[in-house]
Each structure stands twice: as structure tokens, then as C-alpha cells.
């Protein structure tokens, strides 16, 4: 028997450190919403708790916003692997990840990457009350090492990590992480960039010659051959365009414009091909209330005649919500490769655009630039692209490892296939593709393993 739950009871079961009787959380289905919500993604669709409870404005637009409680019974808290576990998007840690995020940080602007995936792991298993009393369990986790864990100590005892404070005051530190926040700028550049001496980002625009929330339109050029290309000149590029655009791009997106965003990229994608659907994936799905960018997964409804109809279908897309005036900038094009016979990996089956969205001056809204991914998928690996761009970035991870040393299998958000004769897997939906992955159904607001 299946019990569907609202997301309280997750809420209310982590905050008391137990999974709580599922009665006064009983949400069903409204069957005939199913229909149309089949038939459009975007459109709402409605749930509501047998007890009466109130509606949840937030999560009315998902898909599958119900949670089915016995299937997260099934879901293993201890396990090693993230996406064995339940990971709600609040967790009654919050102050101890945020201090241990630091730390992590901290590593993976040096560079020191086991280090950092170690920290990234320890954040991924905090989702119980840790307290003085408990902390016994989480040294019988053999993977959680003993500095960490003295780490937690100390917070449970002092409300702060000496290693954490001592980075926040690190000017090195600062720099660094004020480098990474621009789209283009990874930990090597960065560390490049302070090696020249620079420090801030005001002297970042001197050096890269940029005017503050002036980036010249040039760039949509890029739609030409160099964005598909990874070269340094394209790379450059969106380093520019990431440095002049700072100030509108470090403001988060709210849930609505998110979904306006959608709506208005999927009006216009109808006037080029019918026919075509898409999932709002990224942070937005895991139910975060702002995100920093948004993330379109799309594909065609026609399951046979699909693969060949979105062919392309990229390209064409932006160019046209740029002759609209929605997108002003493309930092990178991607998927136009040809088939890769050892594949290694699948390019040919998805196609994607990081661009720069701006409501048009004839619209009500604020002139804010928002970074907007589009991924086009062929129906056959469309919901592998959703969950693979749905994150977070540390299930993802566990997703791959899971599926290479516990299945023999390869995953990524472009395709399942299994290794020893890559023979590929279709699943027609989400829930498909944690079935060929050997996987209990994990709902999307509990992939939230990351800080
Ligand atoms: N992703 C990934 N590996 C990458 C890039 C993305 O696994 N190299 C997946 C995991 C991410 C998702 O895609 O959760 C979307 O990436 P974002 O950077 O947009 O991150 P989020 O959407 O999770 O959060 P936000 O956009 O609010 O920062
Ligand atoms: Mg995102």
C-alpha cells in the first residue's frame, strides 16, 4: 500500500529525528490534474492533505510533488552513497554544514580535491539532530574520517570550527572565492589570476578591461563556432560577460520568475517546432525557494519521431529568443559533435546553451540578467538529462559511482548504458531510470545532499 505524504511530514520526521506516522499527512491526487498535467509540464497541478491542510503554494507547480512515505521507509540513512538517502533541502544541522561548507570551499579553491570531497561527503551525511549524546553513530560511519569528526566536536561543544574561522579570515581565501563567484572563473584560474598579483574584483575589471554591468551584444557571434568550440577565447568570453553582468547575475531567481522564464522560452520554441515539452530541473526542482541560474530540460512528446525533431532545435531556439531580445548573451554551445563510435560518452543525443536571459524592455518586469541553461534531449535519454541536471551536485556524483562499482554501469545526464557491451537504456520516466539503476525512487526535494 502506498502512503502519499505532503512534504511536511519529511520536514516535521527530520526535525524530530524519526520518521513520524504518515496519518496527518496523507495528501492524494487530483486525478483529473494528472491528465493535463501529462499533457504540460508547466501547467499546476494540485494536491491537497485529506486532513485539509493547507495548500503549499511553493511546490504546486512540480509534476511530482508527492512524496510516497513507505518509499522513503525504504531508503537507507546511513548508507554511503547520497543517493541511498533521503537529503531534504532544510536539514537541523544548517549551522554545522554551513561552518564544514567552509572548509570545503576553502580546499577546492586550492585545488585539493580528495580533501574537498571528503568534506562534501561529511556535509551529505549530517541530515539527522547531531548532538553530544549521538555523535557515537557517526563514528561507526567507516567513511567519515576521525579529523572531521573532532570537527563536529568542537562545533557541538563551541558553536564554531577554528579551521572554518581562520579561512574566513584568510585574505587569500577571500580573494579566491570572490573569483570563483563569476561564471568562467574555476579554482585554477583563480589562483592564476592571484598569482598575478590581483586581489579584488574591481582590479579583475581593470585587467579584463570590462565596464561594470556593460557587456557589448558582440558575443552572440559566439552562436558561430567559437562557443562550441571549448576554446581560450571562448572561455575569455564568458569570463567578460560573467565579470560585467556581476551584479545582476549574483542576485538569486524566485520561484515565479523561474516559472515565467519557462513559460516564455517555451512559447517561443513552439513557434519554431510543436510538439515539445520540458522539465524545470536544477535547484528549482529540489524545491529550493531562489535559485542562482535556471535549468530547462526539453525534449519532444513524439517518443519515435522525437530524436530527429529536436535535432538542432537548440541552436535555432536561441537564435530566435535573441532576434526576440530575450537572450542577450551565449556563453557556451555544446552537443553539435559528431557520434562518438567508442561511446564513451553520448554528445550526440543532447544538445545545450548557457545563455543570458533579460526580460524585454517591453515587459513589466526589472531589466535583471539571469543565467538560463537550455538542454535539449532525445526522448529516449530525456529523463535521464533531468535527473542527471536535477543535482544536487553530490548526488549526482554518488549516482555515477553507484552505477560504475555497485551495477557496472555508466551514468551521466546523457545516457545510461551498461559497461561490458554499452547497451543502451531508455527509460520512458523518472522513475525508470532509478529502476535500471537498481535504485529506490528518491523524490527530487530529498536529492538535496550538497550544503
Ligand atoms: N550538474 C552536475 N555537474 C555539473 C553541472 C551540473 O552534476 N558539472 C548538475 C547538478 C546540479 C544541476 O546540474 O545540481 C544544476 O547545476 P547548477 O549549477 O545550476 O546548480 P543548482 O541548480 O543545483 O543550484 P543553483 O542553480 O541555484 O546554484
Ligand atoms: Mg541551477
Known amino acids: 500500500m502506498k502512503a502519499i505524504v505532503t512534504p511536511q511530514w519529511l520536514q516535521d520526521s527530520v526535525k524530530s529525528g524519526r520518521l513520524l506516522p504518515y496519518g496527518s499527512y496523507v495528501a492524494i491526487r487530483d486525478l483529473e490534474d494528472e491528465t493535463s498535467r501529462n499533457q504540460d509540464t508547466s501547467s499546476g497541478s494540485s494536491f491537497y492533505s485529506r486532513s485539509g491542510a493547507e495548500r503549499e503554494s511553493s ?6 510533488e508527492l512524496i510516497d512515505a513507505t518509499e522513503v521507509e525504504l531508503l537507507l540513512h546511513n548508507a554511503k552513497y547520497s543517493c541511498l538517502r533521503p537529503s531534504p533541502l532544510v536539514c537541523p544541522n544548517q549551522s554545522l554544514v554551513k561552518e564544514i561548507d567552509i572548509i570545503r570551499r576553502g580546499r577546492n ?3 585539493e580535491e580528495r ?98 554591468g556593460v557587456s557589448d551584444e558582440e558575443t552572440m557571434s559566439l552562436l558561430d563556432a567559437a562557443a562550441s568550440a571549448n576554446t581560450e577565447a571562448a572561455v575569455e568570453q564568458s569570463i567578460n560577460i560573467g565579470l560585467a553582468l556581476r551584479h545582476d547575475l549574483s542576485q538569486t531567481i524566485p520561484r515565479e520568475e523561474v516559472e515565467e522564464i519557462n513559460r516564455t522560452i517555451m512559447r517561443e520554441l513552439s513557434h519554431i517546432q510543436k510538439g515539445c ?16 541560474d535556471v535549468d530547462i530540460v526539453i525534449t519532444h512528446t513524439d517518443w519515435n519521431l522525437g ?31 559528431k557520434h562518438n563510435a567508442l561511446r564513451t560518452h553520448h554528445w550526440d543525443s543532447l544538445e545545450k546553451a548557457l545563455t543570458v536571459f533579460v526580460w524585454r524592455h517591453d515587459s513589466s518586469r526589472r531589466r535583471v540578467h539571469r543565467r538560463v541553461d537550455l538542454i535539449f534531449a532525445a526522448p529516449e535519454v530525456f529523463w535521464t538529462a533531468v535527473v542527471g541536471w536535477t543535482g544536487s551536485t553530490m548526488f549526482e556524483r554518488d549516482l555515477r559511482l553507484w552505477a ?13 548504458s551498461r559497461r561490458h ?24 526535494t530529498l536529492r538535496n545532499a550538497d550544503a
Open 307 to 337: 530524436s530527429q525533431k529536436v535535432k538542432g532545435l537548440c541552436k535555432k531556439l536561441v537564435q530566435r529568443l535573441h532576434e526576440q531580445g530575450f537572450v542577450t548573451h551565449v556563453m557556451h554551445l555544446s552537443g553539435f559533435h
Open 115 to 212: 580533501s574537498m570531497l571528503s568534506y562534501s561527503r561529511a556535509i551529505s551525511l549530517t541530515p539527522h539532530v547531531i548532538t553530544e549524546h549521538n555523535i557515537q553513530d557517526l563514528r561507526k560511519l567507516p567513511f567519515l574520517g576521525e579529523k572531521i569528526l573532532s570537527m563536529i566536536e568542537e562545533f557541538l561543544k563551541t558553536g564554531r570550527i577554528t579551521e572554518a574561522q581562520k579561512m574566513l579570515a584568510d585574505p587569500r581565501f577571500q580573494s579566491l572565492s570572490a573569483f570563483t563567484t563569476i561564471h568562467g572563473i574555476g579554482p585554477h584560474t583563480a589562483r592564476r589570476l592571484y598569482d598575478l598579483g590581483l586581489r579584488t574584483l574591481e582590479e579583475l575589471e581593470r585587467y579584463y578591461e570590462v565596464k561594470p
Open 421 to 444: 557491451d554499452s547497451k543502451l537504456y531508455h527509460p520512458r520516466t523518472e522513475r525508470d531510470v532509478f529502476k535500471v539503476l537498481g535504485l529506490v525512487y528518491i523524490h527530487p
Open 59 to 64: 511546490w504546486q507547480t512540480e509534476q511530482d
Open 404 to 416: 560504475k562499482q555497485q551495477k557496472g554501469m555508466k551514468f551521466d545526464s546523457s545516457g545510461i
Open 277 to 292: 515539452k520540458s522539465v524545470i530541473a536544477g535547484g528549482y526542482r529540489r524545491g529550493k525557494p531562489q535559485s542562482n
Open 109 to 111: 579553491i586550492e585545488g
